[in-house]
């Protein structure tokens, strides 16, 4: 059994899930909670998931404000928008020969990470999951749960698959999950993205689960466009992509059970979009390179305005 340890910095929907799946593996687990702090040191960890419940049921749980032993990977679980937190935290549990797993979405997550703690492997761990949390300390998994991992380079160049990226995917293929190796970081971010900004932008503006934009031909056609306008931004940055990978997320997205992507969550709790990450980043890189994404614009300035009209500023997050 590896004897790597590992520090969850956000114990939410994704966190949760791959701490608790690690720890269930019997590797040692730090978990860095807030508001479910309490509950979880006296009523552990709970996982529901289509591959078996379980749960931990003492974990090693600390506060933000704790001093949290150094692990050897330090598991990134926040979302984007909440980075500003990152600055403080990630300096304090993130020892001088640690691995950072980062696990956000978007495009750029690395680089901004790299600035927090210079020095350090970063690791990018792309999960196609779905999953949601459901109460304090409870996550429920509802589909898949496969990892793409790979490794950042400043430059954006391939960084092959290196001794860090294997000793990652050996602990999570050991805790049971599926784990695909990339050579090319840059390559992989664009082609989560091009589930991502669809899905996630659509389910909030039409207020539905992913099932119904596919059952609808209009939003069907338009996610549709919105990842060829992906693909056409990821070919003009150096990073290009088969037309045949639309059709596969499509084909996957009709085989998945009914979804609610994070983000529409996020908008019915009042909480801040990752709008910069997820839109506005991808949308600067096409106006740098001179490519049109019509789509992926009219759905940026959709949820700004939505965003706007609720007075949080998902954008700026």
Known sequence: MSTRSYTIVGTGALGGYYGARLAHAGLRVRFLLRSDLEHVRRDGLRVESIEGDFSIASPEAYGPLDEVPASDVVLIGLKATR???????????????????????????????????????ILAGLAFLCSNKVGPGHVRHLDYGNVRLAEYRADESPAGVTPAVRSVATDFEGAGIRVDLEEDLATARWKKLVWNAPYNGLCVVHRCETDAIMANPETRARAEAIMREVLAIAAADGHPIGLDFVDTMLRTTDDMAPYEPSMKLDFERGHPLEIDALYARPLARARALGVSAPELAALHETLSRLDAARGVDGASA
């Open 83 to 121: 980075n500003d937190q990152l600055r403080d935290l990630l300096p304090r549990v993130t020892g001088p020969d640690a691995v950072v797993l980062d696990m956000q979405n978007g495009i750029g997550i690395e680089a901004d990470v790299a600035r927090i703690v210079p020095g350090r492997t």
